[in-house]
């Protein structure tokens, strides 16, 4: 198959996509310009800020993207890319984008509270708990893994006597020079647009050109040189400071601008993969096993392996919780929500579709076990089709450069923001349906002040990413989608409740239970098998059978009380008739 086909036909029904359903689901639902949202209701200048469309599209956008849609399509390809293709296609236009937009939107006429509060109001008190402890427990992960990547990737290497290894660190090291300089240029344009009125525009060009020199600078000046320690230790304290300062000073303006980074990725994918326009070397179809196992270890089937590899390409409950938990607290008008949520997941998925495009124009390497990383898979595919241009052959190397440090610049995006968010589930958790902080006394009002949760939760993030959290983050990927399909239940919940048309929920939320229960039993029938065989490491096979029964019960429940609400709805709706 030719790669520009793939491309281009998936982009255009992306399009026709999003003007089509898009727009039925925004009319449907009831979005209302004239609304009052919550940026503007509640406005504190820290977390409550109304900021201009395309500044919340770009922190939305690379909040929700990081490695995700490059990770899942290219460890998935193994099943070949038809289904991989369909996947994100068909995943990404009724579930995905379908759960973004109305996860936005159902926390915008919630007080811009989390999907946790949604569920608390919908379904009830028990539920929320359940809902924010799991959602907790799952930011807590990430945090720990974000942090411990950005780290590996800043870190430097040292020889057997002790020594620094400068040649071999000097990429790293380069890439932690420009990422400390784009939060410099961050605040700097937070300041300019928030402080000083200036132009969005003006703001923007002189942003970029700031983000060439910084890259320049830090490509021929990076004089730090740390342990993964050491930068752990730096994440932490920047992620500590990043969550509690307010919205406009940094995490606005770095995801707006980083988001160029990712926009400029994309265009040079665009242009390798239309310039060499190349035949796929990949399958159509391997089969339902995978027999394949570039990385020595089987995916096993392609139900359910398929739909919890590839997550942020299709559906991720992640997003529900950006869109419910910093997005929806800057949202200037209602009208703009389905660009920012339906549109952001559309652009992800067309990213997906590149990925697959990557792995595929070098898949006898890939299949064969020799590159296997993901990220190195996209940056060599990309920056090899990109070298094959006429006139290009010598932008391998830089290329490739770019490639790896945008996909390094997001990761450091979705840390800081998936922090936030876990202080914003830790203060909710103490709270009741419809209660706020100022409502509290005693101990709930200390462990709700911003301060003290943001604290708990790096320290406890920061803890986890120093010690084991690759021993549990097999489980992150069911985890995840359970966060989907607990979102998608939460949304028809409360549109149900205000007399809206909820039905468009009703697949995509059993699809992906019945997806998740599937793969969390087959985790737990693995790691039994593996404590009957005995050996070493016999603690983190009982952990995570444990884990995972105890997410098929939190499945369970949460999914009785929800169709139970639901059942309500329509023998209300019967009795009104």
Known sequence: MNAVVILLVGIAILFVAYVTYGKWLAKTWGIDE????????????????????????????????????????????????????????????????????????????????SIGEVIGQNIGPRAKKLFLIFSYLTLLLVVAAFASIVADTFKATFTDTGAIDYAASAANASTAMISLLFIFIA?????????????????????????????????????????????????????????????WILLQPRDYLSSFLLYGMMIIAVVGIVGSHPTLNIPAFTGFVDTIAPTGTSLGYLFPALFITIACGAI??????????????????????????????????????????????????????????????????????????????GVYDISYSLLVLTVSV???????????????????????PGENREDTTGFK????????????????????????????????????????????????AWLGNIGRNNKMFFIP???????????????????????IAGGTGLGWYYIRAILATLLVILAIVLTIEGINTIKKQFKNKAMQS
């Open 445 to 492: 009002r200390t462990l709700t002040n911003p301060y003290i949760a943001t604290i708990i939760t790096v320290v406890l993030g920061i803890s986890l990413g120093l010690t084991g959290y690759a021993n549990i983050w097999s489980l992150f990927g069911a985890a995840n989608q359970l966060l989907a399909a607990l979102g998608l239940l939460a949304v028809a």
């Open 34 to 113: 004239n609304q009052i949202t919550p940026s503007h209701e509640f406005e504190d200048g820290v977390d409550y800020v109304p900021a201009k469309a395309p500044v919340l599209l770009g922190h939305h956008f690379s909040s929700i993207a990081g490695a995700g849609p490059i990770n899942g399509p290219i460890q998935a390809a193994v099943f070949g890319w038809i289904p991989v293709v369909l996947w994100i296609l068909i995943g990404g236009i009724f579930f995905g984008a379908t759960h973004d937009f109305g996860a936005l939107f159902a926390s915008i006429r919630h007080k811009g509270q």
């Open 410 to 432: 997001f990761c450091l995006t979705s840390l800081d923001t998936a922090t936030r968010l876990a202080r914003y589930m830790f203060q909710e958790f103490w709270l009741e």
């Open 509 to 531: 939320m059993a699809f992906m239970l019945v997806v998740t229960i599937t793969s969390l039993i087959f985790t737990i029938k693995s790691n039994f098998t593996a404590i």
């Open 316 to 393: 991720s409950g992640f997003h529900s919780l950006v869109g419910s938990g910093t997005t929806a607290k800057q949202l200037n008008s209602e009208k703009d929500a389905r660009p920012i949520a339906y549109g952001s997941m559309l652009i992800e998925c067309a990213l997906a579709l590149i990925s697959i495009c990557a792995v595929g124009y070098i898949w006898k390497d890939y299949a064969a076990g020799t590159t296997v990383t993901p990220t190195v898979v996209f940056a060599t595919g990309i920056a090899s089709m990109l070298s094959k241009i006429p006139g290009l052959s």
């Open 187 to 247: 605040v700097a344009f937070g300041f300019l647009v928030y402080r000083r009125n200036a132009s969005l525009t003006t703001s923007t060009i002189v942003g970029i050109i700031a983000i060439v020199i910084c890259i320049t600078i830090g490509i021929n000046f990076h004089p730090i040189y740390l342990s993964s320690t050491a930068w752990m230790i730096i994440v932490g304290i920047y992620i500590l400071v990043a969550s509690v300062t307010p919205v």
